[in-house]
């Protein structure tokens, strides 16, 4: 089994690098065209002070891009791993307090965002979307060695 | 051991030199481009104070701020729903009433309200208000607000002027929609409409859809 894992182990990695790496690409790139909606949707949270929600809103995209692309081509994988998994786990417990608030809003996780009907959320499998990445980013900070990638 | 056949370490730094580069200007530039822009020319109605809304009855209190989206099809209704009551408190001056054309649903949001600022120039924004939600298309960002809608509108509601077409045509309050937005977000509003009476927020679930809580609403915030 352990030898098995260790064959796989690169072959793993990479397929955790791009999907991890393109989800957060492609989350961040469909935010960069509105970010009036991107910051509405931090703000709808109600987490953070609201000029806070705005910073978070107009730079968090570029981030997303950023760590995308690190994970894509593969460098600093460990630290490119960590950061996604955080930012996940941050995700995940912004989505679950506005649940258990009883807010209704779009998770704007893919651009979108704000208030929206109370038959229309998704917050379970927003989380459990999430929750999946945060093992991926966790996986990738624990083995960031793999195939196809730019850390020696 | 066999390695992966990565890249040696210069290709490896220069890739996290550019993508740095690429976060740093990226977070620099949307910073920057979502402040309000002094600059901006601004419609002579408009002040920084009521967050650049379009202001009717400078002086009268209280103040009604009403925050919409043109291409929003919920502001459609509410306009339908409450506009003629709305436009009555206006036109008897028994209120000041603040409107903000959020322009977060895409750009035709942004030909709409660049239009609803130079039709206040020509004292009809109210008309003109009303014009543009009754021509909103039934899906957002259809293409149907492009080319000569907005003039045609403008006309369809009697205004002819030279000055009116050159506003539209020249975007002349583009920039200016920026400010709304920057104003609307720091006011923390996420959705439309958005209605404050005197600075409190009516009801989103109860006092929009129904234009009897709607009239009480304002009263209790002191429209007679």
Redesign the interface.
């Known amino acids: 089994m352990v030898d098995k894992f260790r064959v796989a182990q ?1 072959w793993l990695t990479l397929i955790a690098r791009l999907i991890l790496g393109a989800v957060l690409l492609v989350a961040g790139a469909l935010k ?1 065209g ?4 991107s ?2 949707a931090v ?2 949270y109600e987490l953070l002070p ?2 806070l929600a ?2 978070l ?3 968090l ?3 997303e ?2 760590v995308g ?2 994970l894509i ?4 994988v460990k630290i490119s791993g960590l950061i996604g998994a955080i930012t996940m786990l941050a995700f995940i417990i912004a989505i679950a307090q506005a649940w258990a608030r009883g807010l209704s809003i779009d998770c704007g996780c893919f651009g979108g965002g ?2 929206i009907d109370p038959e229309d959320t998704r917050y379970l499998s927003e989380i459990i979307r999430d929750l999946g990445l945060f093992i991926l980013g966790i996986y990738l900070y624990l083995y960031p ?8 | 051991m066999a ?7 210069g ?2 730094n220069l ?2 030199i550019m ?2 580069f ?2 740093v200007v ?2 620099v530039f ?2 920057i481009s ?1 402040r309000s822009s002094t600059s901006a020319a601004i419609p002579a109605s408009v002040s920084a104070d009521d967050g650049y809304g379009i202001v009717l009855n400078p002086n009268t209190k209280p103040t009604i701020d009403v925050y919409i989206d043109y291409q929003c099809p919920v502001c459609k209704t509410f306009e339908i729903l409450n506009g003629e009551y709305l436009n009555e408190v206006i036109a008897q001056n028994k209120a000041k009433v603040v409107y903000h054309p ?3 649903l ?1 750009p035709e949001s942004i030909l709409a309200a660049n239009a609803a600022a130079c039709a206040a120039d020509e004292n009809e924004f109210v008309a003109m208000n009303l014009a543009i939600f009754q021509d909103q298309s039934a899906n957002e960002n259809s293409g149907k607000w492009q080319g000569d809608a907005m003039l045609n509108i403008g006309k369809s509601i009697g205004i002819n002027s030279a000055k009116f077409e050159k506003c539209i045509n020249d975007g002349n309050y583009v920039k200016w929609t920026g400010n709304v ?1 920057s104003a609307s ?2 006011a ?4 439309t409409p958005t209605v404050f009476v005197n600075g409190k927020e009516l009801d ?1 679930n109860t006092e929009y859809g129904d234009p009897i809580k709607f009239k009480a609403a304002l009263a209790a915030g002191g429209v007679k």
């Open positions: 690169p960069i509105n970010l009036q909606k910051a509405m703000r709808a609201v000029q705005n910073f809103g107009y730079t995209p570029w981030i891009i950023g692309l690190l081509t593969g460098a600093v704000g208030a060695k793999g195939r196809f990638g730019l850390d020696k | 390695t992966n056949n990565g890249g040696d370490k290709t490896r890739v996290i993508v740095s690429i976060v990226g977070i949307s910073l979502n959020m322009t977060f895409g937005a977000a720091a923390n509003v996420n959705g989103r």
